[in-house]
């Protein structure tokens, strides 16, 4: 079940903030931890893009991050996570190293550059300041989805993309949730219809209780790319308020990867740069290894859920061709 407003800030200590620029077709996503969070992450597309994403693997030294960057803008959206950190040495958080602190903060990019925005800026890209701005405006109060954040500028082989999100609880009272730049080569839907793959894990109508399909047209699972521009992936994250070890994180990132193969159909594509993060927050004991399992489930299933939100609650960029949006076709279903 979902829980709170069905964002990823309903886990305490974790804000979101979102920089969107409509003109540019891009944006930001900081997602800020209030104390240092065990972290990990894995990355399963042929094309990624991230920074600090090196130290997330179990093997090494470092345990904790102080926040996540997802960004759009490709290769040159890598200066928003120099914005983030500004932010918290500003705010004198960090890993202390000697008489200094260095704040720790993993990003991952998607490619949003031949959407129809304007890239002409200048010298310097404005990520950096993007990034910065997405760090002050991070709260734990609910947040817009869709056309917004790093999901701004996404697009998928059917639809116009989004920032999503969703939450859930699992028997034992452990809280999990999930944000994702939904950004694929391949599709969310069967198709162009209504139905997403999400279906089965879909809470309260939150992608417009549209359903399956009374039977499955061989067409619709049949390689669908967006159109020549062979260039995207899907960035995300999910978190949970258990006490987990940097190698259970890692698990549950391996889990959310599966939450995204479920959603989008193909995922993981040679020219997908697919990445997802995990962490814990570390407010509730983990009480025997079935609870952990049943997290790792409910990473799958609240990544998938969190895919189609993002699809679902999209808006067309205000650029010429720009693409068309599920609700454009679909309107909001129940």
């Not at 994403?53 to 997802?70: K, S, W």
């Not at 720790?104 to 002409?120: F, H, R, S």
């Not at 790093?150 to 028997?171: E, I």
């Not at 417009?208 to 994250?237: E, Y």
Request: charged share 15%; aromatic share 6%; glycine share 16%.
């Amino acid at each position: 079940m979902a829980t709170g407003n069905n964002l990823l800030t309903d886990i305490d200590g974790v804000s979101v903030g979102n920089v969107t620029d409509l003109s540019l077709g891009s944006g930001v996503t900081a997602i800020v931890f209030e104390k240092p969070a065990i972290a990990s992450g894995s990355v399963l597309g042929g094309a990624p893009g991230g920074r600090d994403t090196g130290l997330l693997d179990p093997a090494m030294t470092v345990e904790t991050v102080d926040a996540f960057v997802l960004s759009g803008g490709s290769a040159f959206g890598l200066d928003a996570a120099g914005g983030v950190q500004a932010g918290l040495r500003e705010i004198g958080r960090g890993l202390q190293v000697g008489s200094t602190r260095v704040p720790i903060v993993p990003q991952a990019i998607l490619m949003d550059l031949l959407n129809g925005g304007d890239k002409n800026w200048g010298l310097h890209s404005p990520y950096r300041e993007m990034g910065y701005a997405a760090f002050k405006a991070a709260s734990r109060g609910s947040f817009e989805l869709g056309t917004v954040g790093a999901g701004t500028g996404a697009t998928t082989a059917t639809f116009k993309g989004g920032l999503g999100s969703a939450s859930a609880v699992s028997s034992g009272g452990y809280q999990l949730a999930a944000i994702v730049a939904v950004n694929a080569l391949g599709s969310a839907t069967l198709g162009t219809s209504c139905h997403f793959w999400s279906a089965p894990f879909e809470v309260d109508g939150e992608f417009g209780d549209c359903g399956f399909p009374d039977h499955f047209d061989t067409g619709h699972t049949a390689l669908r790319l967006k159109g020549v521009n062979l260039t995207a992936t899907t960035i995300g994250a999910v978190v949970t308020d258990a006490v987990l070890t940097k190698a259970q994180t890692h698990r549950l990132s391996i889990m959310a990867h599966d939450g995204l193969a479920r959603a989008v159909l193909p995922a993981h594509l040679p020219s997908d740069g697919d990445t997802m993060f995990a962490a814990a927050t570390g407010e509730k004991p983990l009480e025997g290894g079935i609870h952990f399992a049943e997290l790792c489930h409910l990473a799958t299933m609240v990544m998938a859920r969190a895919v189609a939100r993002g699809i679902y609650e999209a808006t067309a960029l205000p650029v010429d061709g720009g693409q068309r949006a599920y609700r454009d076709i679909h309107g909001r279903g129940v």
